[in-house]
């Protein structure tokens, strides 16, 4: 019996001048709460989802309509009063949040944000529930902010990333080679970018394109 074959009509949107955002419904709840700004309940939204899974990407996404700063929460730190009072003042992204960052910091500009009237996304794995934050007043903050999650994809985001990937590398690549990875390969978005790596090096070093057979090798080289 033949295995299915996975609908491939894929919606694109633009994110940066040569970039897409791939939008399925894995996805798309995330993608409504960027198109909801800036009516967002206390003027922030909290972004979750896996590693590699499009967080950064659909920031900028929101990051190119709201003209919004962006820099990492390892970064909070370092930020002294005056650059806060600023950053609050406009819309800001803090990117990879989560257990470890500056509560303290973080608790002090998400009263700014309120106070000046500015608009805040913050990126991360999981939810804040998960962080075991030491400050509860943060915590409490936290808790009131709406989050938008992206899932591990499904069939039909995970065959857009892997096309994706494959463009990415400028590599095309025939409809029954993606059929082929979705219908074997985990479903992650960590998974699909390592596989597409090992796939792209055998097919180099072995001067070959890539082709069922191929993978085919290569997943027996895996097993093996």
């Known amino acids: 019996m033949q295995p299915s074959q996975i609908p491939m009509n894929f919606s694109f949107r633009a994110a940066r001048e040569r970039d897409d955002f791939l939008v399925t419904s894995a996805n798309e709840e995330a993608v409504a709460w960027i198109d909801r700004w800036p009516d967002w309940p206390a003027r922030s939204l909290l972004l979750v989802g896996p590693a590699g899974s499009g967080k950064t990407h659909l920031a900028q996404v929101w990051q190119a309509t709201s003209g919004a700063q962006s820099l990492a929460a390892g970064d909070l730190s370092n930020l ?95 409809p029954d080679v993606v059929q082929y990875i979705v219908q074997r390969l985990e479903r992650s978005f960590q998974e699909a970018g390592r596989f597409v790596t090992k796939l792209d090096r055998s097919a180099l070093a072995r001067k070959r394109k890539i082709t069922v057979s191929l993978i085919r090798e290569v997943f027996r080289e895996e097993e093996g």
């Open 80 to 174: 002294g009063i005056e650059t806060l009072n600023d950053l609050a003042a406009g819309a800001l992204i803090i990117e990879d949040t989560g257990e470890g960052v500056d509560e303290k910091i973080l608790f002090h500009l998400y009263n700014l944000v309120q106070e000046k009237g500015g608009s805040l996304l913050i990126t991360a794995r999981s939810a804040p529930a998960t962080w075991r934050l030491a400050l509860s007043d943060l915590s409490s903050r936290l808790g009131t902010v709406p989050i938008a999650r992206i899932r591990e994809p499904d069939d039909e985001l995970f065959a857009a990333l892997v096309i994706k990937l494959f463009s990415d590398r400028q590599l095309a690549v025939t």
